[in-house]
């Protein structure tokens, strides 16, 4: 793995020869980079219609202070286009240089990653992806991938899972067929007040695909409820790899963290399987001694308390949504047993 102390300078780029592989490591957003990245994605038929220049386009108008970033595996002994083995393209949230928070952190986004045909079966891609993972970690930043629905689980099993955060939400994905999941091991990152009012809004979503509806004869209420279908079954593969991903992450914890969090995550999802309409059960202080301390500063612990059903966050607490009491159950059930099956008790 190479080894970089974060993300190069606005117009700089770094590079490296990696033995383990035989390839030129370049990373930055120097304008030969972005031009040899660019070409890459352009000549690249994995993305069918969708047009990685028009994407950006959306990105700067939505989201002017983000920024472009471009790594590459390069083989040294070709030339021109042939020599590109593998490229990413990613989208950059710096943190401002003055007036943020101290927990604010950057923000790196991977949206386009593509090997080609040629060079691929050799873990280029993965470990491209590993390498700029680190280059953000090196400054205390956190990493993202957007994801179409249905590569989410190749993501989660390369350490990423679903970020669950309306406000990161709200800023890093701007597209509605995309996913937005971040790396387990990254510390908590819940963005900042006003993040959520950056949401795409429906009629402004919607608004891109007008001139796709003509009428072809047909009411189309059956490809609509088969489409949803779908997209429910992959929702709950999702959920559970998200899950799965998340008590994984936890287990890594060292003891007594790891069973002091078990059995507080156990606590909350039994009191909501035992009594779900109670309000007392549903809302937890994540400022409390106790909470802070078992789930907070532990890693994964939060992310299952949201798989558990505490997915709303207001102030410095936690809640669960206004659902049918038998979807809190299921929800929490699914928690304990994950819980159960990881971290068996003695």
Not at 245 to 253: D, G, I, R, Y
Not at 255 to 284: C, F, H, T, V
Request: aromatic share 6%; hydrophobic share 40%; charged share 30%.
């Amino acid at each position: 793995m190479a080894h970089f102390v974060g993300l190069p300078g606005a117009g700089e780029e770094q590079s490296e020869f990696v033995e383990g592989n035989g390839h030129l490591l370049r990373h930055g957003s120097s304008l030969a980079l972005q031009a040899l990245v660019a070409g890459a994605l352009n000549e690249s038929e994995e993305f069918g219609d969708v047009d990685p220049t028009e994407d950006w386009q959306n990105w700067r108008e939505r989201r002017p202070d983000f920024a472009l970033y471009y790594a590459a595996l390069v083989d040294p002994a070709r030339d021109g286009p042939a020599a590109v083995a593998c490229v990413l393209r990613a989208v950059l949230d710096p943190r401002p240089a003055a007036g943020a928070p101290a927990t604010r952190k950057s923000r790196l986004v991977v949206d386009y990653v593509t090997t080609r045909p040629s060079a691929r079966g050799r873990g280029l891609a993965s470990f491209l992806v590993a390498a700029v993972v680190e280059a953000t970690a090196a400054q205390s930043g956190n990493a993202y991938v957007l994801a179409l629905e249905d590569s989410c689980v190749y993501w989660m099993g390369r350490g990423f899972v679903l970020e669950a955060s309306a406000r990161l939400n709200a800023r890093l994905n701007i597209f509605s067929d995309t996913h937005l999941l971040r790396r387990a091991d990254d510390a908590l990152d819940d963005g900042e007040p006003g993040d959520e009012d950056l949401a795409v809004s429906e009629d402004e979503d919607d608004s891109d695909d007008d001139d796709d509806d003509d009428d072809d004869g047909g009411d189309g209420e059956s490809d609509d409820d088969a489409a949803e279908d779908v997209r429910g079954g992959l929702g709950d593969l999702l959920a559970r790899a998200t899950l799965d991903a998340s008590v994984a992450t936890l287990a890594k914890s060292a003891e007594p963290a790891r069973s002091g969090a078990r059995d507080l995550l156990l606590k909350a999802m039994a009191n909501l399987q035992a009594d779900p309409a109670n309000a007392k059960y549903r809302k937890l202080r994540l400022t409390n001694a106790t909470v802070a301390a078992r789930i907070v500063a532990v890693p994964g612990a939060r992310d299952v308390l949201r798989c558990g059903g505490f997915d709303h966050a207001e102030g410095d607490s936690v809640f669960v949504a206004e659902v049918e009491d038998s979807e809190v159950r299921r929800r929490a059930r699914l928690a304990a047993d994950a819980l159960k099956r990881a971290l068996p008790q003695g």
